[in-house]
């Protein structure tokens, strides 16, 4: 058990630091992919999956959940201190709302064991897959592709529980695994890209926090909606008033920050014609 808070601990750190490293890489005047910062950010967040990989096998799904987005609270308080973005009271009163409201919405679902994989499943999936990289041809922006990122992120989550759930067929016996199995396999790296990919041009368009804001949240409800859909998942009895609450928490946060994003826009716009 100590050892699964430990873990927990430092993939929340991680996923925190990775945050801002990402930030400052995907900003860089060239690109990205030559940015060191970019690649460290890349490299954490691997590690804050494996973390929390750890942690979740000791410690309840929907804790390790929560927990994780109190990473978006380590990313504002780096940025905070590096002068990125200074944080005012709103700003960090409504950074506290959005990490609550998610961790709220993360408890409302009753995680059961994940059931066989099935054609609907993978065929769903696909759906999600097409989707989100049709989502490359819109245009960018911090809300757009923030929540198209959690969304990369979450089905390739999703692919991944339905994977190491199926004890009747063992991943370290690959060459025995349906091809459902493979495709839900190169689901996972495609969704890992795309949401990797749709949360860079975010981070170079806008401010860290509304961007993983809107990561996080549909990385939360997403997998939510589609387990009590195809998973045969229930809501905890009596979390209406748990579900309403988080929803207004997140939303009003998030509102916050855009709002506070645009502010900060202009005020460039008007230095910049000074």
Not at 136 to 141: D, H, K, N, V
Not at 247 to 274: F, K, P
């Amino acid at each position: 058990m100590i050892l699964a808070v430990v873990m927990l601990a430092l993939g929340v750190l991680a996923y925190g630091v990775s945050g801002a490293r990402l930030h400052r890489g995907s900003q860089s005047e060239g690109g990205p992919l030559r940015s060191a910062s970019w690649w460290i950010g890349t490299g954490l967040q691997g590690a804050g999956f494996l973390f929390t990989l750890v942690a979740r096998r000791f410690l309840p799904l929907l804790l390790v959940q929560a927990c994780v987005t109190s990473a978006l609270a380590v990313t504002a308080i780096i940025q905070h201190v590096q002068g990125v973005r200074r944080l005012r009271a709103s700003d960090a009163a409504a950074v506290v709302s959005v990490v609550f409201g998610i961790a709220a919405l993360g408890f409302v679902t009753v995680t059961g064991p994940p059931p066989p994989i099935e054609p609907l499943h993978i065929w769903v999936l696909l759906v999600c897959a097409a989707l989100c990289a049709g989502g490359l041809a819109l245009p960018g922006g911090p809300v757009r592709n923030g929540l198209l990122s959690g969304f990369g992120f979450s089905f390739s989550a999703i692919c991944a529980r339905l994977l190491v759930g199926d004890h009747a067929h063992p991943l370290w016996r690959f060459w025995e695994l349906p091809l459902l199995n493979w495709v839900a396999g190169l689901l996972i790296v495609s969704g890992m890209a795309l949401g990797q990919i749709h949360l860079t041009k975010g981070l170079a368009r806008g401010h860290a926090a509304p961007v993983l804001g809107c990561n996080y949240a549909m990385a939360t409800v997403f997998p939510a909606g589609f387990g009590l859909v195809l998973l045969g998942e229930h809501p905890r009895p009596g979390s209406l008033l748990q579900l309403v609450v988080g929803l207004v928490l997140a939303l009003a946060g998030a509102l916050w920050l855009l709002r506070a994003e645009d502010e900060a826009g202009m005020l460039d716009d008007r230095d910049a014609h000074a």
